[in-house]
């Protein structure tokens, strides 16, 4: 085990992060026997957050399973890569540095006032799903945390006119791999608390547009923080509901059933 998880793992935040993490894993069925996971590690908190609590639930759990980290450069000039290898190598995990051409795709293939961040996460998830096949991964952890889930479901409700958010566990597009997100009972705030105290090496990005592109997210994370002034548990009771849904109340006719067959 890394020194770097040894010193943390007894500490009551590390401990709260990876009973979240396993009982995400519980509830969801994230992991099984045998899995050999793809760890998307791109720089961020979240990422190298989430690496850190698999690592040490794998040397703890009852079953066997296997880590891989996985970044991929877009190629983003300034993008400290050789940070993020050096965090891995010194740390000990099992790591693969993708290089890619995204920057100059994107550059060529974007359309004039579209989406910067649609293509370039639809030509990393593709890089992703390729290297974990690579690899020998049959999943992909992801590191969206609760408030990714509650975020993206208030903007598909209010941009997109859709009752949707992320799945915890899910067979990607591609039909090979599942992709995984034990982060999803984890606030955002205590990984924020979990970087800080524990020095991670985070670095930007470097995507032109970051900082800017993402403003309606950051118009649903200042709506929540208003609406937890009155409302504290505000948070918990929307991704609650998002695993108690009642299709007979809402009004997709695709959900209606003949009431015989029930």
Not at 1 to 8: G, K
Not at 103 to 111: D, G, H
Request: charge should be positive.
């Amino acid at each position: 085990m890394s020194y770097l998880i040894e010193t943390l793992r007894t500490r009551p935040l590390f401990r709260k992060l990876r009973h979240l993490v396993g009982r995400a894993i519980a509830d969801f069925a994230l992991i099984a026997d045998g899995d050999r996971i793809c760890v998307a590690v791109s720089g961020g908190k979240d990422s190298y957050t989430l690496l850190m609590l698999l690592e040490d639930l794998r040397r703890r759990a009852p079953v066997s399973f296997e880590l891989v980290a996985v970044n991929i450069d877009s190629g983003y000039p300034g993008y400290r890569t050789d940070v993020i290898e050096g965090f891995l190598r010194d740390n000990g995990f099992t790591y693969r540095m993708v290089p890619t051409e995204h920057y100059a795709i994107i550059q060529e293939k974007r359309r004039p006032g579209s989406s910067y961040c649609s293509i370039c996460a639809r030509l990393k998830r593709g890089a992703l799903y390729a290297a974990a096949q690579e690899l020998g991964c049959n999943k992909l952890a992801l590191g969206h945390h609760r408030d990714d889930f509650i975020e993206t479901l208030l903007l598909n409700q209010f941009f997109v006119g859709s009752l949707k958010a992320m799945s915890a566990g899910m067979l990607a597009d591609n039909g090979i791999t599942t992709v995984v997100r034990p982060l999803v009972y984890v606030a955002e705030a205590d990984i924020i608390s979990f970087s800080r105290s524990a020095a991670l090496p985070v670095v930007c990005c470097c995507c032109p547009v970051c900082g800017v592109a993402d403003q309606q997210r950051k118009r649903m994370k200042n709506l929540l923080k208003e609406l937890e002034k009155d409302i504290p548990h505000v948070k918990n009771s929307l991704l609650k509901a998002l695993s108690n849904v009642h299709p007979r109340h809402l009004l997709d006719p695709h959900l209606r059933r003949d009431p015989r067959e029930t």
